[in-house]
């Protein structure tokens, strides 16, 4: 089979028309339209080549309501564009994948994917009033997904990816963030259009963030979304004053920035501004920054990323972050005790 890209993501989630507002209100996405299915309704919302179709259950037995139930509102499927989905089907059954009702093919935890002809769902969904707000062209396109599985299931899911959908490791790496660690393996498409990044926690290392996901989410799923944009900087001003708050960078990490990268393609002043993180590799740099969760369990959340040749995926910014955060606290005064 030959994968071309993802052609949407599928939320499943307690109330759709909710979730649409979200998106359209905080990140400029124009609600496309809706569709009806059994047992289930949907609204799909689009910005740039990116589709996200928000489906909630109108029956208790639609996959939707236990995922909602066990998870809260989170991604349940990613689909990928093929130019035959029967054949792609079949031929990920005869590989060993394992394919149940609607064409749904297990990925991770109870995240599945669906292969589609591209552009089929723009020509099934019924027109819905989206609301007056003029959507926004800051978002292009899915960059990649972050996905956390239990300690001990890396290999065999990247195994999965490779034996099923001919997938390729572009990227292995072991993280260390003071006594916290992870094991990261980057999973992509031939054409290099479906990228996931998995990672796992080190169990030889005190829990962290990918224990933390694990717990609230209950099991393996997507920890985030990263959106591609052509300018980042014009893309979090604009986010930003639509009310979607991004985490903050200490000032340490500024200060040392040009000694750790040297020279890069936007001023320290406005990454400072911002707080954008930046990472380089062989191929060039990339700006990246993570949007605070607003899920009720802090799971889910978004990424920006614009890429100005680099391949990677920003790793060396856990390090410098960590270690800025330490400078900051060594050189913060000794709190002074009170009665």
Do not use: W
Request: aromatic share 6%; proline share 4%; hydrophobic share 45%.
């Amino acid at each position: 089979m030959h994968v071309h890209t993802i052609d949407h993501v599928e939320f499943h989630v307690g109330d759709a028309d909710d979730a649409a507002a979200a998106f359209r209100a905080d990140y400029g996405f124009r609600v496309r339209g809706g569709l009806t299915g059994p047992g289930s309704r949907s609204v799909l919302v689009t910005q740039g080549a990116i589709r996200v179709l928000l489906t909630e259950a109108t029956d208790a037995g639609h996959p939707a309501a236990a995922y909602v139930a066990r998870h809260g509102d989170g991604l349940a499927t990613i689909a990928l564009a093929v130019d035959d989905p029967d054949a792609a089907t079949a031929e990920a059954v005869r590989l060993g994948a394992v394919v149940g009702p609607g064409g749904r093919m297990g990925g991770f935890g109870d995240v599945a994917h669906t292969f589609v002809r591209a552009d089929a769902l723009l020509e099934r969904v019924e027109p819905v009033d989206g609301g007056a707000d003029s959507p926004l062209e800051l978002l292009e396109t899915i960059d990649h997904v972050a996905v956390c599985v239990p300690a001990g299931e890396l290999l065999s899911t990247v195994a999965h990816y490779e034996r099923v959908l001919g997938f390729g490791q572009v990227f292995t790496e072991h993280i260390q963030v003071g006594s916290q660690a992870m094991n990261s393996i980057v999973v992509q498409s031939p054409n290099g259009q479906v990228t996931l990044t998995l990672l796992e926690p080190d169990t030889t290392a005190l829990p962290g963030q990918i224990d933390a996901f694990l717990a609230a989410h209950e099991g393996a799923g997507v920890q985030h979304l990263a959106f591609g944009t052509a300018d980042i900087a014009t893309a979090v001003r604009t986010l930003a004053g639509r009310g979607v708050r991004f985490l903050s960078t200490p000032g340490a990490y500024y200060d040392e920035l040009e000694r750790r990268v040297g020279r890069v393609a936007v001023p320290v002043d406005v990454l400072r501004e911002l707080n954008v993180l930046v990472d380089q590799d062989t191929e060039g740099e990339l700006f990246q920054i993570f949007a605070q969760s607003t899920h009720p369990r802090r799971t889910l959340f978004f990424e920006l990323i614009e890429r100005l040749g680099a391949l990677t995926f920003g790793s060396a910014n856990i390090k410098a972050l960590y270690e800025a955060v330490e400078r900051e606290r060594a050189a913060a005064p000794t709190p002074t005790a009170t009665r």
